[in-house]
């Protein structure tokens, strides 16, 4: 079947640090990947996405590479700011449906 | 930029009653979803929707569950008799295409209370 794991969070770092959150997914097929975010009290929106193999998505200076090699998402951006401050969720979709990982919570501390 | 709205944004409601979410997709997509996510868990999907008639559907979504599409523009999800742990925020998404590869754009949320 389909899923998606995620690093367990909350993650906390210091504003400028590097951050990485892991995915790591299950599919049948060739599913496309997305990173979406959910600041405090809002809905989730799309980060950024990758439809294909060693596609790297990128926005706001956050990036991930599609690997299928090891079947990995990672989220990565290099000096993150406080206003990332949000939860981080990995998903994949494969036909209309879309699986959602468990969230990762990041604060950013001035 | 076009966005999907919902509404209310939050209700709170009786156990056994009935509730119905309304979503209002971007105009011009196609496929319509709904999603829930309780309080600290992941989203999961609900059901999808496309041409008058739901797509697929998950385990969660039951017999209490339905769907529909009332006119042109407008999405619902009903519950029927709603129990206390359908207690959670209720995402509505919608799609332009089908196939996964497109984005799916999701609304605010209804963050639904059953007492």
């Known amino acids: 079947g389909n899923s998606v794991t995620q690093m367990e969070g909350p993650v906390t770092l210091s504003e400028e640090a590097f951050l990485t959150i892991n995915c790591t997914y299950t599919?049948?097929?060739?599913?496309?990947l997305f990173w979406y975010v959910q600041y405090p009290g809002e809905g989730l929106q799309l980060l950024l996405k990758?439809?294909?193999?060693?596609d790297k998505g990128s926005n706001k200076g956050f990036e991930a590479t599609y690997r299928k090699e090891t079947t990995s998402f990672h989220l990565e951006k290099g000096s993150v700011q406080v206003s990332d401050s949000a939860v981080y969720f990995c998903?994949?979709?494969?036909?209309?449906?879309?699986?959602f990982g468990t969230g990762t919570s990041l604060t950013v501390i001035p | 930029e076009p966005e999907v709205t919902q509404t209310p944004s939050h209700q709170v409601t009786q156990m056994g009653q009935e509730v119905i979410l309304r979503c209002v997709p971007i105009?011009?997509?196609?496929?319509f979803y709904w999603y829930r996510q309780i309080l600290g868990q992941k989203v999961e999907f609900l059901v999808s929707f496309y041409n008058n008639e739901i797509s697929e559907k998950s385990e969660i979504f039951d017999d209490q569950f339905s769907v529909e599409r009332p006119d042109g523009s407008n999405f619902t999800l009903k519950i029927r008799s709603t129990k206390l742990e359908d207690s959670a925020m209720y995402f509505c998404?919608?799609?332009?295409?089908?196939?996964?590869?497109?984005?799916?754009?999701f609304g605010p949320g209804t963050r639904l209370t059953v007492l």
């Open positions: 599919a049948t097929g060739y599913p496309s």
């Open positions: 990758a439809t294909k193999a060693d």
């Open positions: 998404a919608s799609t332009r295409l089908a196939g996964g590869t497109d984005t799916q754009y």
């Open positions: 998903a994949l979709s494969s036909g209309n449906q879309f699986y």
């Open positions: 105009s011009n997509h196609l496929y």
